[in-house]
């Protein structure tokens, strides 16, 4: 079993957008956190076979000068 790879696609309107390739038959559980935070309206949908595509929509509160951080976990 290969390990699963998250690939930054772009940032537009608010929404991040990955590519999540791996060994998944169904949509993998992802869990955002943002400041210890969960981050709510995460979407992931099938693209193709082992690859989806990821939303997360950014909070208008984390849009801030400096660098923001955001973890994404299974």
Do not use: N
């Not at 791996?22 to 943002?34: A, I, N, R, T």
């Amino acid at each position: 079993m290969s390990d699963p790879i998250l690939t930054k696609i772009h940032l537009q309107d608010g929404v991040w957008q990955g590519q999540l390739s791996g060994p998944y038959k169904e949509p993998p559980k992802l869990d955002v956190m943002y400041q210890d935070q969960p981050v709510g309206g995460v979407s992931i949908t099938a693209e193709g076979k082992d690859t989806w595509l990821v939303k997360i929509p950014v909070p208008r509160y984390a849009i801030a000068d400096g660098v923001q951080c955001f973890v994404i976990s299974e």
